[in-house]
């Protein structure tokens, strides 16, 4: 490693570059957030607010803003010039296991262990949708690069896409022989990535209309350094 960041009291689960590369924002198990400045390569920041592991971290699309989320249940959201927390995310009923920002930054979604994803307004800090509830915990999701879908998936292996203005499922993929704990958007939307515990990437073809069920792209259930379905 070119350099080696030490601050933390115990494992970093989450991490996070901002847009112009200046800062690194990280997530422990020892409760804080730390932003580290990658000229100096040291933290001039703690960030105290979550009173358990922090699960994960994320920087808003301008870079002011992030937002984190953990075991306390909440997920929180930060200005980087502020020790503490401009809101408090409470609505979950068990660890919030993954944050994203949508595109227009007033609104932040939260992936949970209680099986449920959560759309909250950043400006005043309230739920305004709930996707669920998933077959597993919700331990991966995305939002799409026009701000209009939501995907999210979790331990039981299958990935619920959902439109967010209406709330409605729009599709559920199913391929996945495990839990799937990284999803990805292409920048037109029109493909899906996830990969999951079961040694397999799978692509997906979103771009057409609503489907309730459906493979991956093409039918022919497509895996990337893995096993096929």
């Known amino acids: 490693a070119n350099a080696v960041c030490v ?3 115990g494992p970093v689960y989450a991490t996070s570059v901002s847009l112009d590369n200046r800062y690194v924002l990280s ?3 020892d409760g804080t957030i730390r932003l580290w400045s990658t000229a100096l ?7 105290r607010g979550h009173n358990y592991p922090v699960w994960c971290v994320e920087f808003g699309p301008l870079g002011h803003y992030f937002a984190s989320g953990g075991h306390d249940r909440s997920a929180r959201i930060w200005c980087t010039d502020r020790a503490q ?3 408090i995310l409470a609505g979950h009923l068990s660890d919030v296991d993954s944050v994203g920002w949508h595109v227009n930054c007033n609104y932040v979604a939260t992936g949970s262990s209680d099986r449920t994803a959560r759309l909250w307004d950043v400006r005043r800090g309230n739920c305004v ?3 669920g509830a998933h077959d597993g915990a919700v331990t991966a999701l995305a939002m799409s690069n026009d701000g209009k879908r939501i995907a999210v998936s979790g331990d039981s292996g299958s990935i619920e896409e959902w439109d967010i203005s209406t709330g409605a499922r729009l599709r559920k993929l199913v391929g996945h022989a495990d839990s799937v704990w990284s999803l990805a958007y292409s920048k037109e939307d029109t493909i899906l990535a996830s990969g999951g515990a ?7 073809d979103v771009s057409s209309a609503e ?6 792209a093409n039918g022919q259930n497509p895996s990337v350094n893995g096993k096929r379905g």
């Open 198 to 204: 079961d040694c397999a990437v799978r692509l997906w």
């Open 85 to 87: 927390p401009v809101r």
């Open 27 to 29: 997530g422990s198990e």
């Open 7 to 9: 601050g933390h009291q």
């Open 211 to 216: 489907n309730p069920t459906s493979s991956p």
């Open 41 to 47: 390569k040291s933290d001039l920041v703690a960030y």
């Open 129 to 131: 949708r709930v996707f």
